[in-house]
């Protein structure tokens, strides 16, 4: 049997186009480290192969509103923008977390996105920090929030002539404090039992005045810990209020038993590390109250 045709267009324009001719059977390539996979299993067989790579979406640019990432800016290349590091620390969390260096060289944040999986890595820090993806089509460009656009486990609301083409991410107002923590079953180069980021800022009182806590590999997709958002708004963080907190977000996931977890051990794992993160949090803000 052949494999799929191959295309490297040289501009978006190009690529869209052929995607809007050739539909759901054109499948986009970017680092290609989850699609070839996918290709080797039989899980997908595309009849054309688009490779995004002369398309020019892959840079990160900075503004007084947040930061654009284009779609195919690597893992490595997050890590290596101080913006990043500096101002979206749970994304760098993640990246740095985020397989080993030539899967992180390969590996772009769009793929990643589109990919869809319930494990992804960046997904929980980019919710947390209200990302936004814009989606072309060779007729339309629209921009829609990242919540909702997770419909199942490898499914996504794209429809099959878009590509995505850029993530953005607002600026963070000041006292802001995020975190990524992930658990694998060994240090490196493992999926995700339970991955989540938490991002909190406070008000001029010391008071949350806005709470994320993202939650991966636990439900179908990953999921918002609405409930205990709730529990932490308007509130001063207290040992109480971060236990409390962490047993509800616990409580609203949906884990399964699969190869890698039984489903109690993500559930107790999820209120360990939401309370560990939102203890660090708590510190961080703490300190950086007392040194401003
Ligand atoms: C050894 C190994 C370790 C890994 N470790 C991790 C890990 O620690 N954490 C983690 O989250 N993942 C991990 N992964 C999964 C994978 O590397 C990531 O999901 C990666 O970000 C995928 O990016 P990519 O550019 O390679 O995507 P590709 O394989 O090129 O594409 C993935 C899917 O997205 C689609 N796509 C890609 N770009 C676009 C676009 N711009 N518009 C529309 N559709 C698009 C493709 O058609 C395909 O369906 C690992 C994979 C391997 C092989």
Not at 28 to 50: E, F
Not at 230 to 240: N, R, Y
């Amino acid at each position: 049997m052949n494999g799929p045709e191959y295309i490297a267009p040289a501009n978006l324009g190009d690529a869209l186009r052929i995607k809007h001719e050739r539909g759901a059977q054109a499948r986009v390539i970017a680092g290609g480290t989850d699609l070839i996979l996918r290709m080797r299993d039989k899980v997908l067989a595309p009849d054309l192969l688009i490779d995004l790579k002369n398309v020019s979406l892959d840079t990160i640019s900075d503004s007084d509103n947040g930061i654009r990432l284009g779609a195919c800016v690597t893992l490595s290349q997050i890590l290596s923008e101080p913006v990043i590091t500096g101002s979206y620390p749970a994304l760098a969390g993640a990246c740095r977390e985020f397989a080993g260096p030539p899967i992180r060289n390969r590996g772009t944040l769009g793929g990643n996105l589109v990919n869809a999986s319930p494990a992804a890595d960046l997904v929980p820090p980019l919710l947390a920090y209200d990302a936004n993806l814009v989606l072309a089509s060779s007729s339309a460009v629209r921009e829609l929030p990242l919540t909702g656009f997770f419909t199942g486990p490898g499914q996504t609301v794209m429809a099959p002539d878009e590509i995505l083409t850029e993530v953005r991410l607002p600026s963070m107002p000041a006292p802001t404090a995020s975190v990524f923590i992930k658990l694998g079953q060994r240090r490196s180069m493992a999926i995700s039992i339970v991955n989540l980021a938490i991002r909190l800022t406070l008000d001029d009182a010391s008071r949350v005045s806005a709470a994320r806590i993202v939650l991966g590999a636990v439900a179908p997709t990953p999921i918002r810990a609405g409930a205990s958002e709730a529990l932490l708004t308007g509130q001063e963080l207290s040992g109480e209020l971060i236990a409390l907190a962490a047993k509800k977000a616990s409580r609203e996931t949906s884990a399964i038993t699969d190869v890698r977890a039984s489903k109690e051990y993500r559930e107790k794992m999820t209120r360990v590390l939401v309370r560990r993160a939102l203890e660090s949090i708590r510190d961080e803000l703490q300190r950086s109250e007392s040194s401003g």
